[in-house]
């Protein structure tokens, strides 16, 4: 899941004339995971808390569960995730999530309020000395400090950090 751009959400409820309000979801959670509420609109970019019936699990870049509220990569479980994967390489074999958890890929806090937050896809965190760096973090310092330029970011390995970030950018400076 990716946030919804704050300038865009802002135009589109100009253009509605009514606030629009934040979900969460994959094609495999059928597809709602979260819905942010009506009568509590926030105006952070949480996507609300998680609809009746699901379970959330946070796991950490060491593959164990860590506590809501703390960054983790979020595993959901509920009526409505998918019962598996059919693949063409095992005709005939539903592949299905372990235990009911489906992984979706995305790096989330929850709130007190329970309010789910997305901060990136894992594929888009390094792990540098053991903490876990978000490259959108990093390409947004970068967007502020040359607004102009092009930036993105990749990790490589770092043989006493675990991983290192190098940021790429068009800017000349």
Known sequence: ?????????????????????????????????SLSRIEAPRADLSVGPPVPGIELRFVGADGR??????VGELHVRGPNVMLGY????????????PEGWYDTGDIVTIDAQGFIKIQGRAKRFAKVGGEMISFAAVEAIAGDLWPDAISAVVAVPDARKGERLLLYTNNKN
């Open 1 to 33: 899941g990716a946030p919804l751009d704050p300038a865009l959400k802002a135009e589109a409820e100009r253009a509605l004339g009514q606030p629009l309000h934040n979900g969460y979801g994959l094609t495999e959670t059928s597809p709602t995971i």
């Open 65 to 70: 569960a860590v506590p809501g509220g703390e």
């Open 86 to 97: 059919l693949r063409f390489e095992n005709p005939g074999v539903l592949e299905r999530p």
